[in-house]
């Protein structure tokens, strides 16, 4: 098989079946989440992503944006509604390690591959995608054109805008965008009159030319009444100058998946009784830093997750971070199916009532598990002692760039400041003192602000206000409401129990103004800035199924939580006796 420019031989993935009707791979879908890619014949191989939600088959055809060749970066992009990856693996994995619905209009969520049984009979690679002909005449057509009227009709308008022989012969796929043009793309019906009044052959000059498409076109379902939905179609809907005010301008980008208004929410408040418990936590998936069967504590994944954070400033790790931990508390990225389950908006409200107890216990999982992650990470460093100060170093620069004011993810922030203050990295007595001498700032900030600022958040005074913190830290109500007694004084403990409650209770009630300041803060990572976009391997590594396999094992993380738990911590220990004997 030959491989594709970008390096991305996404056919070695056994997700992809290579070119499969429509009805064998619908055959192939039996559960809700269940998918696959193939490549399809009727679309010019293509690859499409058939999926099975609601007990309904959807398909996902997979936009191609071709680039102009420049080195040290891909030949295209691939794309399903607002977000661009460079190949199509990292979209398969964004998608469905973030529980992330394919399209905002279906909600479909894939969440469970269907393997591929045998070698692919005939396969697709990008190489093949960008010979295809759908792809190759159209960029032709499009320099003959301009930005004139007269010019459209060599814009690929379906064949129902237009009336004469040509019109059937044209493509009615849409253009994949070259560089920084803008995207020019096929029409609905309401533009085709005024299309058929503008044909190249009249050679007429309007004083006005019509409205520009937007440089990122709108996503929509095709509206093909009378006929079974086969393809969820990616259509760009142009402005209409009928609904468009005057002064009005297009976005320029669409809002992203996480942050779309959801009508049912706000227009429904009622009780919705809730069906079963929900999991925000995505399922086993095809990961891109482990194989399908690994053992704890891989030397080879710990260099290259090392390689992975270094490459990230602790800015944008921090995004990342409040990026996973607002899906694995359900405050973003929540589909409709979920809240109905639920019968709550938000797994903020979901964790205070009774049938929470899952997320629940995903969440103190997760916490766990990050705090042990960040602990090895300190542990790990077997080499000068400057490599574990400077390691410390950026935990606490991580802790900080987390913090209120920042990006406000307080249960990360939480797990950060779990593994510093383990007792196992808090007795490296020699590694402190070297952190002090040489960096001196980072040791400041981790005695005066964040220490005081950590006890604070668990005794439930700490800083909670929507306005500077994203991601509240929930971790002490969770604790309590899953039994856990609180140590201390009888006075005082039950005065922390009643602020943890009540602010509880305040954080339910504020889910909505969480979300936004959630979402507000990641429109600076998922915004398209030049050199830098969200990075699906990192966003992979700060998934708790990830951290859990990289800690324990894919054999050892089935193992009861307890049990792993203790067997860890006595690593911990031997880790840190080999480092610092005691004297």
């Not at 809240?339 to 929470?356: I, Q, V, Y």
């Amino acid at each position: 098989m030959q491989v594709p420019q970008d390096g991305e031989d996404f056919a070695g993935q056994p997700w992809y079946h290579g070119p499969l009707s429509r009805q064998k791979a619908e055959a192939l879908l039996q559960q809700d989440g269940d998918f696959l890619v193939r490549a399809s014949g009727s679309r010019g191989g293509h690859p499409v992503i058939s999926c099975r939600w609601q007990g309904s088959a959807l398909h996902f055809e997979v936009l191609r944006v071709a680039l102009r060749p420049r080195p040290g970066r891909p030949t295209a992009l691939f794309q399903l509604e607002d977000e661009r990856f460079p190949s199509l693996t990292s979209l398969v994995l964004s998608y469905v390690a973030g529980q992330r619905p394919l399209s905002q209009a279906t909600g479909a969520v894939a969440s469970r591959p269907v393997t591929r049984q045998g070698p692919i009979r005939r396969s697709f690679s990008e190489d093949t995608l960008r010979d295809s002909p759908s792809l190759t005449e159209l960029p032709r057509a499009r320099k003959r054109s301009d930005s004139q009227p007269a010019g459209l009709e060599h814009m690929g308008w379906s064949g129902e805008d237009h009336c004469g022989p040509e019109a059937s012969a044209k493509p009615t796929r849409a253009l994949p965008r070259m560089g920084s043009d803008p995207v020019l793309l096929k029409a609905p019906a309401p533009l085709g009159s005024f299309a058929d009044s503008l044909r190249a052959s009249d050679g007429q000059l309007h004083a006005k030319a019509p409205t520009k498409p937007p440089r990122t076109p709108s996503l929509v379902l095709r509206d093909e009444s009378g006929c079974p939905p086969t393809y969820c179609e990616l259509v760009p809907r142009m402005p209409s100058a009928q609904r468009t005010p005057p002064g009005y301008s297009s976005p320029e980008t669409e809002a992203p998946w996480w942050e779309a208004e959801e009508e049912e929410e706000e227009e429904n408040r009622n009780f919705v009784r809730p069906q079963a418990e929900v999991s925000f936590c995505p399922p086993n998936y095809p990961s891109c830093l482990l194989g399908p069967q690994n053992r704890p504590l891989e030397p080879k994944v710990l260099s290259t997750l090392r390689g992975l954070f270094l490459e990230h400033h602790p800015g944008s790790t921090a995004l990342h971070l409040l990026l996973v931990d607002c899906q694995a508390t359900g405050l973003l990225g929540v589909t409709k199916a979920q809240r109905d389950a639920m019968g709550a908006a938000s797994g903020l409200e979901l964790l205070t009532l009774p049938h929470g107890h899952r997320l629940r216990l995903e969440l103190l999982e997760r916490h766990e598990a990050l705090a042990l992650a960040g602990a090895v990470a300190v542990l790990g460093c077997a080499g000068p002692l400057e490599e574990r100060a400077a390691t410390l170093r950026g935990l606490v620069e991580l802790a900080l760039a987390l913090g209120p004011g920042a990006a406000g993810d307080l249960p990360g922030l939480a797990a950060v400041m779990g593994a510093l203050l383990m007792p196992q990295v808090s007795r490296l007595e020699r590694t402190w003192r070297h952190l002090r001498r040489s960096h001196t700032e980072a040791a400041l900030a981790f005695e005066q602000e964040l220490k005081p600022l950590m006890r604070a958040l668990d005794e439930g005074v700490g800083p909670c206000d929507p306005g500077e913190v994203a991601l509240p830290h929930v971790v002490p109500a969770v604790r309590l409401l899953e039994g856990e007694e609180l140590q201390g004084p009888l006075d005082e403990s039950c005065e922390r129990l009643l602020r943890t409650l009540q602010r509880a209770r305040r954080t339910a009630q504020d889910a909505p103004k969480f979300r936004q300041a959630a979402a507000r803060r990641l429109r600076a990572l998922l915004a398209p800035a030049p050199g830098f976009r969200p990075n699906p391997q990192l966003r992979e590594a700060l998934t708790t199924g990830f951290v859990q396999r990289l800690l324990w094992g894919s054999r050892g993380v089935v193992a009861p939580q307890a049990v792993r738990l203790e067997k860890f911590q006595r690593v911990l220990s031997v880790l840190s006796q080999r480092l610092e004997p005691d004297s």
